[in-house]
């Protein structure tokens, strides 16, 4: 057996942020993902995340959950107005 007294703090992008479901991975260009970004950003910000930690979990999420990734640069200039 392996004795660890030491662990990573666990990502705060994996915390669930309320109790509401989120639908962002539903969406498709044209059904308003930009502003469910926008509306995550808010969310996040207001459980104490950091700008990196908000930008690394954006960017997950738009490689990741949504059915259609936005451009890079459609992804910064979110990232850069809101953060």
Do not use: V, W
Not at 38 to 56: A, C, N, V
Request: aromatic fraction near 8%; proline fraction near 4%.
């Amino acid at each position: 057996m392996i004795e660890c007294d030491h662990f990573d703090d666990f990502p705060k992008c994996l915390n669930p942020t309320s109790l509401k479901t989120n639908h962002i991975g539903d969406l498709s260009e044209g059904d308003g993902h930009n502003d469910a970004l926008f509306t995550y950003i808010l969310t996040l910000q207001s459980e104490g995340m950091s700008k990196d930690e908000i930008r690394e979990s954006i960017r997950t999420i738009n490689d990741f959950i949504l059915k259609e990734p936005i451009s890079d640069n459609e992804l910064n200039i979110i990232l850069f107005i809101n953060l």
